[in-house]
């Protein structure tokens, strides 16, 4: 009887010391409301407090208008997060409770928003925000670039046709708008890839504007910086090929080609002919041979190609006599040429050099013209 006594004093005093340990604990409130998107109190939501420092939870419930309060909460630093239907609908964190009568207010407050956004989701919905105005902003620079890429090439256009009516001061003027025009774009588009430097297109129509102005070691760079972050488009190739032939470097031309032609193998046909071209330019006709008959591998429907395969055949062409000895070859480049394109730009002229070498003028129809 007397151990039991013993037994019921310690225990008594256990409980004792137990209750001064936990009443001695600083201790503070929490309160609030939680309302949905539409204003109204949301009942049976659940607020769950958990500590930083030792991740002791506390669970509170929404009542009919939407409040909820603690009696005493040990002070710290929380993390609150209002739940609803097992969803987490919002979050504050490191909330601090502090000792004393004034209660620590937290609200939830969705009125005319959307529920269910954490804070890192906001953070996402923010940047998505700011990265759309962003894009917003460059697509329009990016259009007015192109307008005034397009007024320069057609000042560009006038002031050709003047120089061939002779009309020079007409031209001047008209060259001298189509250079102003080219240095606005670029002009717009620097400021664009300020703002972002890592759209692949901006580079690209910098470049053209650029290589439009002449300022072809301008333009390799740009052209550059877009095949660095997009390497896979034919266009950038071809176009830094276009720059690097006009600034005299063609085996970095012919590199760029034979890229372009890789990176979009459905368009190697132009690229190759774009190469022949620069070969028949610079008078390297057995390169510009080559080139022409890679676009026509490619595409054996390129009417263009065979006609200047022709001319650059016709070229390497010998005398025998008073009479012209053409390479073999020359004639059927000619006449495919006529075949796939009667009425094009070059049949008069196809027509012409055929008769230069005493070549027959075939019709689709297989049959033969006499000269």
């Given at each position: ?10 225990l ?5 010391i137990?209750?001064?340990?936990l009443?001695g604990q600083?201790t ?15 009942e ?18 929404t009542n ?5 309060q603690?009696i005493a909460?040990?002070?710290?630093t929380?993390?609150i ?13 490191k ?8 209660p620590r ?17 906001k953070?996402?919905?923010?940047a998505?925000?700011t ?5 917003k ?6 259009a ?9 090439k057609?000042?560009?256009t006038k ?14 003027a008209?060259?001298?708008e ?18 972002d ?7 690209f129509?910098l ?16 052209y550059?910086?877009?095949?660095a972050?997009?390497?896979?488009v ?8 276009d ?10 031309a ?16 132009t690229?190759y ?30 009417a ?13 062409a ?34 012409q ?10 019709t689709t129809?297989g049959k033969?013209?006499?000269?």
């Open positions: 009887m007397k151990t039991r006594s013993k037994l019921v004093i310690w008594a005093l256990l409980f004792a137990g209750a001064v340990q009443w600083p503070g409130t929490v309160k609030g409301f939680a309302k949905d998107s539409s204003g109204k109190p949301m049976g939501a659940t607020v769950q407090l958990v500590d930083v420092d030792n991740g002791r939870k506390f669970d509170l419930k009919a208008k939407g409040e909820y603690s909460i040990t002070a710290g929380y993390d997060t209002l739940i609803k239907d097992g969803k987490v609908l919002d979050k504050v964190s909330v601090p409770i502090m000792p004393g009568d004034e207010v937290v609200n939830f407050d969705f009125t005319g928003k959307q529920a269910g956004v954490t804070e890192e989701q953070k996402q919905m923010e998505a925000k990265q759309n105005e962003k894009i902003s460059l697509n329009a620079s990016l007015q670039a192109k307008q005034l890429e397009a007024t320069a057609d000042d560009e002031a050709g046709q003047l120089k061939a009516a002779g009309k020079q001061d007409d031209a001047q008209k060259q001298l189509a250079d102003k025009s080219w240095n606005e774009a670029i002009t717009v588009l620097q400021q664009a890839t300020q703002v430097p890592n759209q692949d297109v901006i580079w129509t470049g053209d504007a650029q290589r439009g102005a002449k300022k072809y070691t301008d333009a390799v760079e740009s550059q910086k877009a095949i972050i997009k390497s896979t034919g266009a950038y190739h071809n176009n830094l090929a720059a690097y032939a006009k600034s005299g470097q063609t085996d970095k012919v590199q760029e080609y034979a890229a372009a032609a890789a990176a979009e193998p459905a368009n190697a046909a690229y002919f774009n190469e022949g071209a620069i070969f028949t330019n610079t008078g390297k006709m057995d390169e510009a041979i080559a080139a022409f008959d890679k676009a026509i591998q490619a595409d054996p429907t390129k263009a190609a065979y006609y200047w395969k022709g001319v650059n055949l016709l070229g390497k010998t005398t025998k006599g008073d009479k012209m000895v053409a390479p073999e070859g020359t004639s059927q480049a000619f006449n495919k040429y006529l075949e796939l394109d009667p009425n094009g730009q070059y049949a008069d002229a196809a027509k050099l055929l008769a230069s070498i005493g070549a027959p003028v075939e129809f033969t013209k006499k000269k």
